[in-house]
C-alpha cells in the first residue's frame, strides 16, 4: 500500500516531535489501521470524514489552536 511508503519516507526526513500524521481514507479495513499506526501514524479516519472530528483530533495532536 502506499500510505506504508509515504510514512516511512515521513519519519525518515522528520523527527516524530515535527511531523503529526493521520490516515485518512475510504479503507476501513482493521489491519490497515494496525499497520499505520505501527508505521507512526497518530490517528485515523474513514471517509466520509466528521469535520468537527477531525479538528478535536488534531486539536488533541497539536496541530491546531483551541481559540
Same mark, same amino acid.
Given at each position: 500500500?502506499? %500510505? !506504508?511508503?509515504?510514512?516511512?519516507?515521513?519519519? !525518515?526526513?522528520?523527527?516524530? !516531535?515535527?511531523?503529526?500524521?493521520?490516515?485518512?481514507?475510504?479503507?476501513?479495513?482493521?489491519?490497515?489501521?494496525?499497520?499505520? %499506526?505501527?508505521?507512526?501514524?497518530?490517528?485515523?479516519?474513514?471517509?466520509?470524514?466528521?469535520?468537527?472530528?477531525?479538528?478535536?483530533?488534531?486539536?488533541?495532536?497539536?496541530?491546531?489552536? !483551541?481559540?
Amino acid at each position: 500500500m502506499v %500510505f !506504508n511508503k509515504l510514512i516511512k519516507k515521513i519519519r !525518515n526526513k522528520l523527527p516524530e !516531535n515535527r511531523a503529526r500524521i493521520i490516515i485518512i481514507t475510504v479503507l476501513a479495513d482493521t489491519d490497515y489501521v494496525h499497520q499505520a %499506526f505501527e508505521l507512526g501514524c497518530e490517528a485515523y479516519a474513514a471517509k466520509p470524514i466528521d469535520t468537527d472530528k477531525l479538528i478535536e483530533v488534531m486539536s488533541k495532536l497539536g496541530i491546531t489552536k !483551541n481559540d
